[in-house]
């Protein structure tokens, strides 16, 4: 059976260091291994087949979906596509704080 390998955006989206850092957390908590997009579009043998040669999930910042496209130009298949912006406003309905309305304080006076 392929193992399972996590590779995550690697873009300036801010969406991008959600992806990074939950793939990170996830493969901390879980054991899996990770891919990095960078050094596999870079031609880095040793990531390409890892790539390869595993289960992939790509985690993509945004819909450019650039992590997924990297990885099949490099001849991998990718098992699971999930895309941030899609996840995070599920995430988001479910960790919503609510916050009170007080009524505004009038400054305190200054002395003259």
């Known amino acids: ?6 590779c995550a955006c690697s873009g300036m989206n801010p969406r991008g260091e ?8 996830v493969s901390q ?4 291994k990770i891919c990095c997009i960078v050094a596999t579009a870079g031609g880095k043998q040793k990531y390409i087949d890892l790539a390869q040669a595993s289960k992939i999930i790509a985690v993509n910042g945004c819909p450019q979906n650039c992590t997924t496209t990297l990885l ?10 999930l895309l941030v912006p899609e996840i995070l406003p599920v ?3 479910f960790t919503r704080v609510q916050t009170l309305s ?4 009038q400054p305190p006076a200054i002395p003259p």
Do not use: C, F, H, T
């Open 1 to 6: 059976m392929k193992e399972i390998v996590l």
């Open 18 to 25: 959600v992806a990074r850092a939950s793939v990170y957390d």
């Open 29 to 32: 908590e879980d054991g899996n």
């Open 72 to 81: 099949k130009d490099k001849g991998a298949s990718v098992d699971k596509v």
């Open 91 to 93: 995430y988001e309905q």
């Open 102 to 105: 007080l009524p505004s304080a």
